[in-house]
């Protein structure tokens, strides 16, 4: 065992009294302030006390625990309680204390720093009846505390006279043999002088430590702002002014053109893949996402284009139509109509859903390859692929599986080892099987076209220091760009042997296609182009087009690095992209969503749960995967519902125009304003300026907190005011009612329109039931912001009624039930056989599908009597009412499989 | 998952979302609710806060009471008959109480910024499960608690560049009965930055 301590440390000096009262037999070293001796720290942590098992104690109190210990009994509560009293409370003001005496001469100021400390320490000692702190016989906390002390207490100049009981407390363990001499080795007899060194390489003590330890910096502006008189009177000048004269809101004309003198923002989402039905996690990361920062951009002014469609061509599409017996393409029209209807029932808004398999693409796409040809940007080489002589095709890599080159596990797949987890190249897996036909593939070499990413390499990287400099990069999209290209750009196979795909023109490679990363990018231009056929005005126009991309952080690389490559190597004044958002993450309670699991909700099942869209599309947005994961979760879901929807803003709203209704016979009454009620204006002006710098940041999830927030000023500000009572009083109490109500109601008003991108139906809702001019649509949002008095005082409302619904607690489990994927996990059929369909996903579907409706038949059945034997077992309630519920489900699927109606089969009305 | 937001301190809220919220505010007084039921402790212990600090006290009925989180913690370990959670040995015990006083002086703090506490606890966890010993302690339960806020705050590519701390951190809040008033932090497992250390 051995001990390292330095001079001058104020904290060696009780570890070593420790030692010397223990009379503990330990090596002492003495080494300098900056000696290193816990590996694992990377600061200096002296004093140490190093253990026979090898391992550290690095902290002076818990040393000196421990060498009490050694040879006595285990530490009392008390003697616990004083160590971390020192630890916590002591210490830091010690640390001000010697740092005003050592460092600032200000000794003068130690006895008001100390004096909290001191005090509660001498009330104890008088209030004990004991010589020590804990009992007749010194023990650990006096050799801590008399330690932590000593270079205080033992100077002179700073003897604090009013604290007798502590004074004569340490007098006595003073005495104690052992003590005095661990003094004096440490501080040498020269007083504070000793600890100048130490002192000076500490950092300088906060001044306020008191600052609560869980509030985040986040948080901790929503506190109460002051607000000053200016501030108020600028509030109340604006809420004064008129809405603006231009007395419709533009309606969009289409085609939407770029407009010289205007900002013209060009959105795009992330075209989701068609064979897959969209989860909730695609949704909030792309195309909900992007939908909002369009509808905002609309109500500042801007001039909006937003546009997006389905990912149609790769191999996945061709096996997927190879498994249900269609063609691609009939696969992607039947995907393609799944996709529009799921956005449709989330209100995105797009100017132009399309799709990538059109023939503008393959124009488009075409003359980008030519381009990049002409100008050198485009190499060949031979690759070695898998061909399977069976089904006469090369095999993409998930459709080979073989034994891990590394691990030698017998499944890997073609791209990677879900044993070892190592990457692999689908040649290197011994024994290759097909995963279709299960024969053996052969290696063919085969000639492809590489995109000379390294060639673009420098151009690129002028490009992205401007463009993540000037525009609102996130973060994420920042790392992921920079680590791509630290590690070097290598060239970039552009072609496939496949042939659901853009046709490669290039004579030398008939047969083949474009590889879908090349590919997919470009469908941006051409769905545009589909659009309209002034397309380049918007593509080929980077001066006047900003343009921002929407996407899940899994497809940054493409959007900052590969794509703009392909765009500046075909030189043609290509737009690219000014400001990339990514989103992280986003889970399904404690785990990922999963298709093949049955777990999670996605697009299509979100209109089945009763919970209307815009209360998805408020709690999508609330959990906005913004800088960091973040995980849905349908308990949390029905607290913010109910919380924040329904007893916050909900009841905000409702109350002002009830009081309208019921007290002032539906015309907003006369508004004399007091000073509190500027004061409020000026706070929910002030929300409002936040809402939009931080949406204009596209900070759209913390931009939803300041419309929240604004509720909340507006409930507690009906609550003080009591307008229900004054009503019934006097005329100036009349009056102040009418006031607080007419400022609600226009309050309320603000917040229609703030929400209306988020909540598109609510917020057209709230404005016919107050019967709101549409003006106050784009007046609200200009500028900085205007709050303007929107509801004159006469104005008559329409019909107010409430907005939200609670979502009530049995709902919510068996919401939770249906989707956490448990159907998996209790079925009981073999592996292979692909699980039961799940859910909706057919129903779109017009015609029959005899081949799923023999899977679904099967599924039905199984169901069936699983239902039935949960019931026969008397099994909890809430259990048989889920699995009843997913029959419904199959069942309902199977009429649409089979071409009936999807008519809900007629529920026994058993129970309610 | 979010925090709760704030704002709700308005004198209109009911009295018990108001108890609700101020209990959520003094962490210590939840952290060690959430403690004893951990613990399986019957009967819930009457608790105070003192001073600026909020430092917790625990009343006792024919005792003084005890102030501040370890003391409280160790004391209801000791109640629940359960010394294994304050470590084996005197050795063993003082790692937990390094761990503790780690806690309470670094991590609460604020002294320390949060990027060292996350290294030197990165390169602590590199080999070990648990934080002293091959079993769980009341360090890992109180660091726990104590780490949450930090935790959740990273973004992938941190939780990444502190895996030994994310690892540990999610293996604790897996821990039957663990976690209980704070809400579960998603870690992932396959690395997404792969490249960062090159």
């Keep these: 065992m051995e001990l390292f301590v330095s001079e001058g440390n104020p904290h060696c000096l009780k570890v070593l009294a420790a030692l010397e009262v223990t009379g503990v037999q330990c090596g002492v070293q003495f080494i300098n302030h900056e000696g290193k001796v816990v590996p694992f720290l990377p600061r200096p942590a002296v004093p140490t006390l190093f253990l026979p098992s090898g391992q550290h104690l690095f902290s002076s109190n818990t040393i000196c625990r421990y060498l009490f210990e050694l040879n006595g009994p285990e530490s009392s509560d008390q003697c616990n309680q004083w160590l971390e009293w020192e630890a916590t409370i002591l210490q830091p003001a010690l640390l001000r204390a010697l740092h005003l005496a050592v460092l600032q001469g200000k000794g003068s100021e130690v006895p008001k720093v100390l004096q909290g400390p001191l005090n509660v320490l001498d009330q104890s000692l008088a209030k004990g009846s004991t010589a020590y702190l804990t009992g007749e016989v010194v023990s650990v906390a006096d050799v801590v505390l008399w330690g932590a002390l000593y270079p205080v207490l033992s100077v002179s100049s700073l003897v604090l006279s009013d604290h007798k009981s502590v004074k004569a407390w340490f007098d006595r363990v003073a005495a104690v043999r052992g003590c005095q001499s661990a003094a004096q080795k440490v501080l040498q007899g020269k007083g504070l002088e000793a600890m100048k060194s130490y002192m000076q390489k500490q950092p300088a003590p906060q001044s306020r430590d008191t600052q609560p330890c869980n509030s985040s910096p986040a948080e901790t502006d929503e506190g109460e702002r002051n607000v000053s008189e200016e501030e108020m009177e600028a509030a109340a000048l604006t809420w004064s002014k008129d809405l603006n004269a231009c007395s419709h809101p533009a309606e969009k004309q289409h085609p939407v053109m770029p407009q010289e003198g205007n900002r013209n923002v060009l959105i795009t989402s992330a075209l989701p893949y068609v064979n897959n039905v969209p989860h909730l996690g695609n949704i909030i990361g792309c195309v909900l996402s992007a939908d909002v920062f369009s509808r905002y951009g609309q109500l500042r002014g801007w001039n909006v284009l937003f546009v997006c469609g389905t990912d149609e061509y790769g191999t996945a599409t061709e096996n997927k139509a190879r498994e249900e017996g269609l063609t691609p393409q009939q696969i992607c029209d039947k995907y393609h109509a799944v996709h529009s209807s799921i956005y449709k029932w989330f209100q995105i808004d797009f100017d132009f859903f399309g799709r990538t398999t059109t023939e503008k693409q393959t124009e488009i796409a075409q003359d980008i390859f030519w381009r990049l040809h002409k100008n050198g940007f485009l190499v060949e080489d031979t690759v070695e692929q898998l061909r399977c002589e069976n089904c006469q095709r090369f095999l993409a890599d998930r459709f080979v599986e073989g034994m891990c080159p590394h691990c030698s596990y017998p499944e890997a797949r073609g791209d990677q080892c879900d044993k070892c987890g190592r990457l692999i190249n689908a040649v290197e897996l011994r024994e290759p099987q097909c995963k279709v036909c299960r024969q053996t593939p052969e290696i063919r070499s085969s000639k492809h076209l590489f995109l000379d990413l390294p060639k673009l390499e420098t151009e690129l990287e002028n490009w992205l220091e401007r463009s993540t400099s000037s525009g609102d990069w996130t973060a994420n999209a920042k790392q992921i760009t920079r680590s791509w290209l630290r590690d070097g750009l290598k060239p970039r196979c552009i072609t496939r042997d496949l042939q659901w795909g853009t046709p490669v023109p290039h004579p030398d490679f008939k047969e083949k296609v474009f590889y879908v990363w090349f590919d997919a990018p470009i469908g941006y231009l051409s769905i545009t182009a589909n659009y309209t056929n002034e397309w380049e005005k918007w593509w080929k126009n980077p001066h006047q087009v900003e343009l921002y991309n929407f996407m899940a952080k899994d497809n940054v690389p493409f959007h900052s690095v590969v794509f703009p490559c392909s765009l500046l190597g075909a030189q043609d004044n290509y737009t690219l992209v000014s400001h990339l958002i990514a989103t992280e993450y986003l889970n399904y309670e404690d785990t990922k969503f999963s298709k093949s699991r049955g777990i999670g909700v996605f697009g299509d099942m979100a209109k089945d749960t009763g919970i209307p869209s815009d209360v998805w599309r408020f709690y999508l947005l609330y959990v906005r995967p913004e800088g960091q994961d973040s995980a849905f979760s349908w308990a949390d879901m029905a607290l913010k519902n109910n919380s924040e929807l329904l007893n916050n803003l909900g009841n905000f709203i409702n109350r002002g125009g009830m009081f309208v209704t019921k007290f002032f016979g539906g015309c907003v009454p006369a508004m004399e304003l007091l000073q509190e009620d500027k004061k409020l204006l000026a706070v929910v002006g002030w929300e409002l300026q936040q809402y939009i710098q931080l949406m204009d940041k596209v900070k759209i999830r913390d931009a939803l907190k300041h419309i929240l927030n604004i509720s909340r000023h507006g409930n507690q500000y009906i609550q003080v005011n009591e307008p229900w009572k004054k009503i019934k009083g006097g005329e100036s109490e009349r009056q102040r009612a009418g006031t607080v109500t007419g400022v609600s109601v226009n309050i309320a008003c603000l917040l229609s329109v703030m929400l209306m991108p988020y909540m598109p139906a609510v917020s057209q809702t709230i404005r016919d039931q107050l019967n709101a001019p549409q003006t106050c649509i784009n007046t609200m949002l200009q500028g900085p912001g205007t709050f303007v008095c929107a509801l004159r005082a006469g104005h008559r409302i329409g019909t107010v009624s409430p907005l939200f619904q609670k979502l009530e607690a049995d709902q919510i489990e068996a919401l939770k039930k249906r989707f956490g994927g448990q159907q998996i996990t209790a079925s009981t059929q073999p592996a292979a056989v692909p699980a039961p369909p799940v859910v909706a996903e057919v129903k779109v579907v017009n015609g029959s599908d005899p081949e799923k409706a023999k899977q679904l038949a099967e599924a039905v059945a199984e169901q069936g009597d699983k239902v039935r034997a949960l019931k026969s077992q008397k099994a909890e309630k809430a259990i048989i009412t889920a699995e009843v519920s997913k029959l419904l489900d199959l069942k309902k699927q199977l009429a649409v499989a089979e071409g009936k109606s999807p008519e809900p089969a007629p529920q026994k009305g058993k129970k309610k | ?198």
Excluded at chain 2, 58 to 69: E, F
Excluded at chain 2, 80 to 100: F, H, I
């Design chain 2, 1 to 198: 998952m979010e925090r709760t937001p704030k704002g709700y301190t308005s004198n209109f809220v009911e009295a018990g979302l108001k108890l609700f919220i101020q209990s959520h505010r003094n962490m210590a007084l939840r952290e060690l609710a959430s403690l004893e039921k951990y613990l399986g402790l019957k009967k819930p212990n009457k608790y105070s806060t003192q001073g600026d600090k909020k430092v917790p006290v625990l009343q006792n009925n024919n005792a003084p009471p005890l102030v501040g989180l370890v003391t409280i913690a160790c004391h209801l370990v000791k109640e629940a008959k359960r010394p294994e959670l304050l470590g084996d040995g005197a050795e063993g015990r003082a790692v937990v109480q390094q761990w503790l006083e780690y806690r309470v002086t670094k991590l609460d703090s604020h002294i320390e910024d949060t990027k060292s506490i996350l290294k030197d606890l990165n390169l602590y966890m590199q080999d070990k499960v648990y934080l002293a010993g091959n079993q769980l302690t009341l360090a890992d339960v109180l660091m726990y608690y104590g780490i949450h806020s930090i935790i959740l705050d990273l973004a992938v590519q941190e939780k990444e560049q502190y895996m030994n701390v994310a690892r540990w951190f999610d293996h604790i809040q897996h821990h039957p009965g663990v976690r209980h008033h704070l809400p579960p932090v998603v870690v992932l497992r396959n690395r997404l930055y792969t490249s960062r250390h090159h």
